[in-house]
């Protein structure tokens, strides 16, 4: 199959990428500041609408999977009009050229889309984003809503994994912890961490099986970030009395964050090969690969 990635260089993007590249599909990988290591590299501004539309009908994929996003929520609550370019319009844009074509259209969305007062969100659960972040994609997620054609919105949650510049959580963790430094860590935010790898292989299978509609593509673990930084610890072997617990009114943050964003993947759970994993299985998977390296 021919596939186009955004954002292919990003945390999730450099493992599809690897991954799809590894099935020998052909892989065009889109980025921005940072070249991809894996597939056909292919700039592309985000920002820039003809040349979306002119790359889209000159590749001609048969399948998309959209991961490029300004992903930063509090440079989102400041920078507004830039995030909905990146996150809100462009995804417009693609998912109609995607149409065009009949080419089935991944776009991942986020759990922050609700606005954490419940958690174990369902895909039926009605949404409430707290920040602009979560707005803009959730406005992405609508504008395909109103498309009839083919097009999964798969929502995901705290993404890690590693990456050669991107610091995800549990490594963060190990880092400092590492170094001996004392670092705060939140006991009241609540999300449903999700491997990259295991991410990475189910939006590959919604992509070639064309499983249409919303579907929650996260870890099946609900945990918050005090008890997953005790687990890194524990596991690594580190000093977990440097993790210092804190809550979710000390921090000083430009976006107000959900409190519980975890999600309800038994859908995914029911219909995908690749089930989404547990923390526990996930974070030993992860140690393997820190250890192999
Ligand atoms: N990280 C999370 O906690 C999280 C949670 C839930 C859902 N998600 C969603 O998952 C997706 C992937 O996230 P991630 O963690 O892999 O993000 P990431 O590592 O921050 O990667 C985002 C990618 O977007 C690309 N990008 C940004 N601005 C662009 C522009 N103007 N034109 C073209 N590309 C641009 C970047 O390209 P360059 O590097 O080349 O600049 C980067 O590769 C996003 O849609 C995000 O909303 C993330």
Same mark, same amino acid.
């Given at each position: 199959m021919k596939f186009l990635v955004t954002g292919s260089a990003g945390l999730i993007g450099s493992q599809v990428t690897k991954d799809l590249t590894l099935e020998n599909h052909k892989v065009y990988s889109c980025y921005h500041d940072n070249k991809p290591i894996h597939g056909n590299p292919l700039y592309f501004d985000l920002t820039n609408q003809n040349k979306i539309i002119r790359t889209i009908q000159e590749i001609k994929p048969d399948s998309i999977i959209h991961l490029a996003a300004m992903t930063n929520v509090d440079q989102c609550e400041t920078q507004q009009?830039?995030?909905?370019? &990146?996150?809100?319009?462009?995804?417009? &844009?693609?998912?109609?050229?995607?149409?065009?074509?009949?080419?089935?259209?991944?776009?991942?969305?986020?759990?922050?889309i609700?606005?954490?007062?419940?958690?174990?969100?369902?895909?039926?659960d009605s949404t409430n984003p707290l920040g602009y972040y979560g707005k803009s994609k959730f406005k992405a997620e609508e504008?395909?809503?109103?498309?009839?054609?083919?097009?999964?919105i798969a929502r995901t949650s705290t993404p890690f994994g590693i990456h050669l510049n991107k610091t995800s959580f549990p490594i963060w963790i190990k880092e400092n912890l590492e170094a001996k430094k004392? &670092?705060?860590?939140?006991?009241?935010?609540?999300?449903?961490?999700?491997?990259?790898?295991?991410?990475?292989?189910?939006?590959?299978?919604?992509?070639?099986?064309?499983?249409?509609?919303?579907?929650?593509?996260?870890?099946?673990?609900?945990?918050?970030?005090?008890?997953?930084?005790?687990?890194?610890s524990e596991k690594l072997h580190l000093d977990k009395k440097l993790l210092k617990p804190t809550q979710i009114n000390e921090m000083t943050w430009n976006a107000q964050r959900p409190r519980d964003s975890s999600l309800d993947v038994s859908k995914a759970t029911e219909i995908l090969n690749e089930k989404p994993q547990t923390i526990q299985y996930s974070l030993n998977l992860l140690i393997d690969e820190i250890l192999k390296k």
């Open positions: 009009k830039l995030a909905y370019l &990146i996150n809100t319009k462009s995804t417009e &844009i693609l998912a109609k050229q995607a149409a065009k074509l009949d080419a089935f259209f991944v776009y991942v969305s986020t759990d922050y609700f606005d954490g007062r419940r958690g174990k969100y369902s895909e039926d504008a395909l809503n109103k498309l009839a054609s083919s097009w999964c004392e &670092i705060p860590v939140l006991v009241d935010q609540f999300t449903s961490p999700t491997y990259v790898p295991n991410l990475s292989k189910m939006l590959i299978e919604i992509a070639k099986r064309q499983i249409s509609g919303i579907l929650h593509t996260a870890g099946s673990s609900r945990i918050s970030r005090y008890e997953l930084a005790k687990l890194v």
